[in-house]
Antibody, heavy 119, light 110 residues
């Protein structure tokens, strides 16, 4: 069965960096695009970034462009989100999700990892 | 901030029907597929509807979706207490080259 497991969350000071990871299993990882979506405490979903199945294309939300970088290692079935110059407003649960390859939807989601940016 | 607009909350008695609207623009809903997600309390979102009106395997036919122009609608019939959750619409925005979600709607079963 499809499984997505995020890790790497924690508490970090404003201006610092953090990398979160998402380990995938149960499907042919190198055939699917992958997304990161975040949810601030008590708030709605915010799309963050997507990476194509082969890493050839990457797109970002304006709120993170220039600060966050999405990448993947298909040999390790893992997608990453490198977060630099973190701000208090980046505090959220970060979910990775699989692009369904049809209808621009996200068909499987991980359980999320909490990133707290605080001094 | 969200590009797609939803009502903050809807409610109905058990067994009744609710509808949730999602309003966007030509760059997202108008020219791309809409999906819907259910987020039960303290859990990750779950795909409910894709390609405007299709249900993934395992999603009961009490859930339905439709799209007209730059708006979409999620319908839930035979409302159950287990349907109490937050619901989000989503789409790709071709102008932003970004994914976008709705503001979210909380469904309460009275």
């Amino acid at each position: 069965q499809v499984r997505l497991v995020e890790s790497g969350g924690g508490v970090v000071q404003p201006g610092r960096s953090l990398r979160v990871s998402c380990a995938a299993s149960g499907f042919t990882f190198n055939s699917y695009g992958m997304h990161w979506v975040r949810q601030a405490p008590g708030k709605g979903l915010e799309w963050v970034a997507v990476i194509w199945y082969d890493g050839s294309k990457k797109y970002y939300a304006d709120s993170v462009k220039g600060r966050f970088t999405i990448s993947r290692d298909n040999s390790k079935n893992t997608v990453y989100l490198q977060m630099n110059s973190l701000r208090v407003e980046d505090t959220a649960v970060y979910y990775c999700s699989r692009d369904a390859r049809y209808g621009d939807c996200l068909d499987y989601w991980g359980q999320g990892t909490l990133v707290t940016v605080s001094s | 901030q969200s590009v797609l607009t939803q009502p903050p909350s809807v409610s109905a008695a058990p067994g009744q029907k609710v509808t949730i609207s999602c309003s966007g623009s030509s760059s997202n809903i108008g020219n791309n597929s809409v999906s819907w997600y259910q987020q039960l309390p303290q859990t990750a979102p779950k795909l409910l509807i894709y390609e405007n009106n299709k249900r993934p395997s395992g999603i009961p036919d009490r859930f339905s979706g439709s799209k007209s122009g730059t708006s979409a609608t999620l319908g839930i019939t035979g409302l159950q207490t287990g349907d109490e959750a937050d619901y989000y619409c989503g789409a790709w925005d071709s102008s932003l080259s970004a994914g976008v979600f709705g503001t979210g709607t909380k469904v309460t079963v009275l």
